[in-house]
């Protein structure tokens, strides 16, 4: 049958080589429904055709950034329009031409946030690293979130990651600077009236603790965010 639908697949009039994220469709929906199989046969869940859907789309725009990480696209947009790939000049182009850390103003800390979702998706997690201007760790948090869509985790690890400085870590006298690499994030957070509705709540109660208490809030590159990344992977592990 998984033969027969590839074949099938690669058949269709609109399938050419420029289409590159066409070929990685039919992978990630098989894939995404195998993965659901075995949960409903091994592990007494039910079919839920909603969760399939929206999982086997984030595992396309995962898979697709990591074939194509130059690609000027966000992970976001991908889930939400595939599309949008088509219109994309495409090169496999590992290099970064900026990827390490970089450290804050004098008088700033800088609180890194990321988040993640296991492989099963069953499980999420966000995490943070606090550091000063100098590079030195002076505290990381590591918590497990529920299942959700990318852009929902990574507002999450926002609010999280402000929380914890400002309850448990709130020892410093220096003012903070909290970065993620989620472009949706945190253009929603300086900006919500962009936010979809489903968010508006969270966002606001993430806007006001950033006005409240005079944070800044930046995007930071994918890459400086490996670190965190690491973090949460292995809280959630």
């Not at 948090?141 to 609010?159: C, D, M, V, Y």
């Amino acid at each position: 049958m998984p033969g027969i639908f590839l074949q099938a697949w690669h058949e269709l009039h609109f399938i050419s080589s420029s289409n590159s994220i066409w070929h990685i469709i039919p992978f990630s929906v098989l894939w995404t429904v195998w993965l659901r199989r075995n949960e409903v046969v091994f592990g007494n869940k039910v079919v839920d055709v909603i969760q399939i859907f929206f999982l086997a789309r984030t595992r396309l725009a995962c898979w697709f950034k990591e074939v194509y990480p130059a690609s000027d696209i966000s992970r976001e947009e991908l889930i939400a329009n595939p599309y949008l790939a088509e219109k994309l000049k495409l090169f496999r182009n590992y290099s970064k031409a900026k990827t390490a850390w970089e450290p804050s103003p004098v008088g700033y800390l800088k609180l890194n946030v990321d988040s993640s979702i296991s492989r099963g998706s069953s499980l999420g997690g966000v995490s943070g690293i606090l550091m000063d201007n100098g590079g030195s760790c002076l505290g990381s948090l590591s918590e497990r979130i529920g299942n959700g869509p990318p852009t929902l985790s990574e507002l999450l690890a926002l609010k999280t990651g402000l929380k914890w400085y400002f309850e448990d870590a709130n020892s410093f006298e220096s003012r903070l600077i909290i970065e993620s690499d989620s472009e949706a994030a945190v253009d929603w957070v300086l900006h919500p009236e962009k936010s979809p509705l489903l968010y508006a709540s969270l966002v606001k109660d993430i806007e006001k603790t950033i006005n409240d208490n005079h944070v800044m809030i930046r995007r930071s590159p994918r890459g400086f965010n490996v670190e965190v990344d690491s973090l949460v992977k292995r809280g959630i592990g």
